[in-house]
């Protein structure tokens, strides 16, 4: 159950930091129109951090399933006991993971105006935060033994395409 909040949650967070730091970007040329753009840009954030989730949950399960059972043993343990500790871990990642991936997709937005332009706070934020879920997308593919190459861009190349989608929305 675990790994069903720290994918959901990271791909979420990441995602929806993504979308705010474009549609943030593309709102501030008209007053008028900054909510629906933001809120435009975190919505296809959401929208394509849940079909994409969606599909690793899948995979990762499938990935567990195939692992040796002395390999696999401690994770299908935990997903399978419902104690209070493995609720209470399952609780924090659901409540951290999404705040650890908008925290470190928006840093560079920190640095706007102080050492960083718009633009490049953007820009910053859109590639900072494609690279973490590269970096996840290795480290998901070394815990379910599924090929790095593979993996770690397609999450990456979702996080790109959460910026296209967020400069397309009018």
Do not use: C
């Amino acid at each position: 159950m675990s790994y069903r909040y720290l994918i959901t949650g990271v791909l979420n967070g990441t995602m929806v930091g993504i979308g705010l730091a474009v549609g943030s970007y593309l709102s501030s040329n008209s007053v008028g129109a900054a909510t629906i753009k933001i809120g435009l840009g975190v919505t296809a954030g959401l929208v394509l951090a849940g079909y994409v989730s969606y599909q690793e949950i899948q995979r990762t399960q499938e990935a567990l399933k195939q692992l040796s059972v002395e390999e696999s043993s401690d994770y299908l343990l935990q997903e399978s006991i419902g104690t209070a500790d493995t609720t209470k871990q399952s609780q924090m990642i659901a409540g951290l993971s999404p705040l650890s991936g908008m925290a470190i997709t928006l840093f560079p937005v920190v640095f706007q105006n102080v050492l960083l332009s718009p633009f490049h706070a953007t820009l910053g934020a859109v590639l900072l935060g494609s690279s973490f879920l590269f970096a996840f997308g290795i480290w998901l593919s070394l815990e379910t033994h599924r090929p790095w190459f593979i993996l770690a861009p397609r999450l990456a190349a979702f996080g790109l395409l959460t910026a296209v989608v967020s400069i397309i929305m009018p």
